[in-house]
Nanobody, 127 residues
Framework: QVQLVESGGGLVQAGGSLRLSCAAS????????MGWFRQAPGKEREFVAA????????YYADSVKGRCAISRDAAANTVFLQMNNLKPEDTAVYYC????????????????????WGQGTQVTVSS
């Protein structure tokens, strides 16, 4: 079975940085895609970043491009989201997600394309 466990969230002042981690297990990793989404109170789930294990391509939302970087430690089956220059509007619960198969038609932006989700880690950015 697939399990995703996020960690690394916390409270940070505006302009600060956080590094989120997602430990994954049970995936056929070379076929899959991994993504980060976030959800603020009263808001819809929002795409943040994603990549495919096999292709190594990365994708970012316009709202975080230039401030965030997604990466992996393949040996540890762990995906990271480095977030710099954080803003109060980045405050949300951040979720790790996995698509079991990254086909040609996947956009990486649509949460409906992902099959598995972690429980989330809270990121709070103060002014």
């Amino acid at each position: 079975q697939v399990q995703l466990v996020e960690s690394g969230g916390g409270l940070v002042q505006a302009g600060g940085s956080l590094r989120l981690s997602c430990a994954a297990s049970g995936l056929t990793f070379y076929r899959s895609a991994m993504g980060w989404f976030r959800q603020a109170p009263g808001k819809e789930r929002e795409f943040v970043a994603a990549f495919s294990w096999g292709g190594g391509r990365t994708y970012y939302a316009d709202s975080v491009k230039g401030r965030c970087a997604i990466s992996r430690d393949a040996a540890a089956n762990t995906v990271f989201l480095q977030m710099n220059n954080l803003k109060p509007e980045d405050t949300a619960v951040y979720y790790c997600a996995a698509a079991k198969f990254a086909g040609y038609s996947i956009t990486y932006y649509n949460p409906e394309e992902y099959d598995y989700w972690g429980q989330g880690t809270q990121v709070t950015v103060s002014s």
